[in-house]
């Protein structure tokens, strides 16, 4: 009677679990034992019919509980972590990648390959969500090959709209929307109408981004009134927010119903996003007022989630409406934060743009690589029959075997330029790393001199005042002395050439061989041009006049013999 507790919650469960649909709902499972299948059975209908994933948890727990009492069963645990990762990476994905690492090591790929074949699709799902774009899409398209040929149909449609999603990610809207389409057809095909009514939002706003504005929007108006997304209110807020955005904003109850909807559900980015929404309708409809009311709401909520994705434009928007009201001061502070925001995201983005690039590349090349070898086999076996047919076609055959030489030579000059393209993706991210060395020196060089500039005069004061008699000498020594030992031992120059060494080896080196007739402040004023800072930050840096500087740079022109046409910047950048 080891098994009685087990038992006892299996019939508890099906005594009250809503009835399952199990003519129309295709199961590819493979067989584990007859209590545990049903509890799958279950799970798979809540993909199936996009039911909230949170609705399946105790189904999981009962399938934990039957893998204990099942230890030998290795496939038990193994499907019961895929469906506790396949729940948990709405929150998100280290949790589920551990997990489904577990799976993974619990199951036999050989016995189990629909098993496997799901394990390998949430596994690309994990890294399309984190970024893992080019892993992502070969995952996909592998698993795509697999539920084809054992014509899992919905799970072929699920492949289709990830790839999507993957394109529309990387910019590649027009075969985004192919996938979103062939989807859906699929959908159709087996009366997937769920799945398929929540797609089409993604191909209403992939059409929207491609310049198709009015069938995106009556996609929308019809998503709206469409019973199966009135269910669903956390899918309702995203249609009502891009109907908004997409009718040009001339839906103007969505942003309060969409609002009241996301309080409803008590889910903060989307109140977030609907607050957001609300504030952009009362400011175009100048109500500049309520506009600052929602805003600020708005950024309060951003601040308690630590979006900065969504807390950047909501700054922005709010010293737009600050400047309406002729409110100077707050504007200039709101976009001053909001600059501050956008400056530590700049590199992030960069890093985030530069691996869109790299990922597009390498499915260029992974596709480029497919087609090659569906070529090739294609190729062997006409070969095959060829050679089974006759003697008589020999002149054909040769034809073709040059023609497919071709061919080859064309793909192989793709896979070139593609390799070409991801070298210079990796240039230009040593260009953006350089450069931002180059501010990074130039901004802490400028921090130094300020301060050793500010220290100065307050040592120069403490003299004053000592001269005066307002202070008493020890006192006027003390702090001149602590004063002094906050200046650099050395001046900032000194700092400023051990760090630029670093960043530029051999300049200062280079530039004397060529130019010996350069004197140390023209070898100075040679790297603060090399850096690219302006005549203005370089006066500061000098304490002189800008002037002076264009002096100098005209004096160190003639001693470089630089021509007419030819730029300072880029001959020393050259070096």
Not at 214 to 230: F, M
Not at 313 to 340: R, V
Request: aromatic share 12%; charged share 25%.
């Amino acid at each position: 009677m080891k098994n009685a507790p087990v038992i006892f919650l299996f019939v508890i469960f099906l005594l009250f679990a809503p009835s399952t649909r199990a003519d129309k709902i295709p199961c590819y499972w493979h067989h584990i034992d007859s209590a545990f299948d049903s509890v799958t059975y279950i799970c798979e209908e809540v993909v199936y019919y996009d039911y909230p994933r949170k609705n399946i948890l105790p189904q999981i727990e009962l399938l934990y509980n039957m893998s204990r009492h099942h230890p030998q069963n290795k496939a038990m645990k193994a499907r019961a972590l895929y469906w506790d990762a396949w729940v948990q990476i709405k929150n998100n994905t280290y949790t589920p990648d551990s997990l489904l690492r577990q799976a993974f090591a619990c199951i036999d790929s050989t016995k189990f390959p629909y098993d496997f074949a799901r394990f390998r699709f949430l596994e690309g799902d994990i890294k399309r969500i984190n970024g893992e774009w080019a892993d992502a899409y070969r995952i996909y398209k592998q698993q795509e090959a697999f539920f084809t040929q054992q014509n899992a149909i919905f799970d072929v449609a699920k492949v289709s709209v990830a790839i999507g999603i993957i394109l529309q990610e990387l910019g590649e809207s027009n075969e985004a929307l192919k996938y979103y389409r062939k989807g859906n057809d699929l959908f159709e095909k087996i009366d997937c109408y769920n799945c398929l009514t929540k797609n089409k939002i993604n191909i209403s706003n992939t059409m929207y981004m491609l310049g198709e504005k009015e069938e995106a929007l009556l996609i929308l108006k019809e998503l709206e009134q469409n019973p199966i997304v009135q269910q669903d209110t956390n899918y309702l807020v995203n249609v009502l927010v891009s109907l908004y955005s997409v009718s040009d904003k001339t839906e103007k109850g969505s942003p309060q119903k969409a609002f009241e909807l996301a309080q409803k559900l008590n889910y903060n980015p989307l109140i977030t996003l609907t607050l957001q929404t609300l504030g952009i309708n009362a400011f175009s409809n100048n109500q500049p007022d309520s506009a600052l009311f929602y805003f600020r709401k708005a950024l309060n909520s951003a601040f308690c989630n630590n979006n900065v994705y969504q807390i950047v434009p909501i700054l922005k928007q709010l010293s737009e409406t600050h400047f309406t009201l002729n409110n100077i001061d707050s504007a200039y502070y709101y976009i001053t934060l909001a600059n501050t925001y956008e400056d530590s995201l700049l590199n992030q983005e960069k890093i985030i743009e530069l691996s869109k690039l790299e990922s597009k590349a390498t499915i260029e090349k992974y596709e480029a690589d497919l087609k090659q070898a569906h070529e090739k086999t294609s190729y062997q076996k006409r070969i095959t029959w060829i050679s089974v047919i006759s003697i008589v076609i020999l002149s054909c055959l040769i034809f073709y075997i040059l023609w497919l030489s071709k061919r080859r030579i064309a793909i192989g000059k793709k896979l070139k330029e593609a390799e070409n393209r991801e070298l210079t993706l990796l240039n230009k991210q040593y260009l953006l790393e350089l450069d931002s060395k180059n501010r990074e020196l130039t901004s802490n060089t400028l921090i130094i001199a300020k301060k050793n500039a500010m220290l100065n005069e307050l040592s120069q004061y403490v003299e004053n005042l000592e001269s005066k008699g307002a202070i008493d000498g020890n006192n006027g020594q003390q702090l001149k002395k602590h004063i002094k030992s906050q200046i650099l031992a050395d001046d900032e120059w000194q700092y400023f050439k051990l760090h630029f060494e670093k960043v530029h080896p051999d300049f200062f080196v280079t530039l004397k061989e060529k130019h010996p007739d350069l004197s140390e402040t023209e070898l100075r004023l040679c790297a603060y041009i090399r850096i690219g800072m302006s005549a203005k930050e370089i006066a500061q840096m000098l304490s002189i006049q800008p002037e002076t500087v264009n002096t100098s740079r005209y004096r160190i022109r003639k001693k470089l013999k630089l021509a007419s046409g030819m730029s300072l910047e880029n001959y020393l950048r050259a070096l």
